[in-house]
T-cell receptor, first 109, second 118 residues
């Protein structure tokens, strides 16, 4: 079967750095997405990785290792507004998006 | 610019009642359209997707149905709601068509509709 694993919940301190991991087992791979979802709202796109390596976009970076079936989202200089759930999703060989359950990130002052 | 809207935002319905959620996209043509459901603590579940008018693919057999009467309109319906239909429903679109006609680009989501079935 297809599976996306990410931690259920993480806690970090304002101003710090946090890394949210995602491991996947899917039938084929056509890219990995990270979305941010604030409570009660729709997800919004953060990043897309299809090749190995690190993609940096401001305070957020996303890393991919296809051989290990592994990705992480790195958030720097955490702000209170970063408190949200972070969803990992993989596009499989049929171009279907397989979603993880999301990681709830709690930021403490 | 492209926008997507869905409504209603919140609804509380009794078991056995009908359902209609509507989604419209503006500023683009021939989008791929999707209906997702998100249960608490679980990942997004794809319910239906559509690559064109009248073309609906169902991913999960259930008492829900979808229709696309116009290019930029996507409707989710049910004749009789079940308790298990409660959840957060999300409409989404993307502009790219992949090899399977499903889309490879990022998804743009509507505001979401929270359904509680009592």
């Amino acid at each position: 079967g297809q599976n996306i694993d990410q931690p259920t919940e993480m806690t970090a301190t304002e101003g710090a750095i946090v890394q949210i991991n995602c491991t996947y087992q899917t039938s084929g791979f056509n890219g990995l997405f990270w979305y941010q979802q604030h409570a009660g709202e729709a997800p919004t796109f953060l990043s897309y990785n299809v090749l190995d390596g690190l993609e940096e976009k401001g305070r957020f970076s996303s890393f991919l290792s296809r051989s290990k079936g592994y990705s992480y989202l790195l958030l720097k200089e955490l702000q209170m507004k970063d408190s949200a759930s972070y969803l990992c999703a993989v596009l499989d060989s049929n171009y279907q998006l397989i979603w993880g359950a999301g990681t709830k990130l709690i930021i403490k002052p | 610019s492209q926008t997507i809207h869905q409504w209603p935002a919140t609804l509380v319905q009794p078991v056995g009642s009908p359902l209609s959620l509507e989604c419209t996209v503006e500023g683009t043509s021939n989008p791929n359209l999707y209906w997702y459901r998100q249960a608490a603590g679980r990942g997004l579940q794809l319910l239906f997707y559509s690559v064109g008018i009248g073309q609906i693919s169902s991913e999960v057999p259930q008492n829900l149905s979808a229709s696309r009467p116009q290019d930029r309109q996507f409707i989710l319906s049910s004749k009789k709601l079940l308790l298990s239909d409660s959840g957060f429903y999300l409409c989404a679109w993307n502009p790219l068509t992949g090899l399977a006609g499903i889309g490879t680009g990022e998804l743009f989501f509507g505001e979401g509709s929270r359904l509680t079935v009592l």
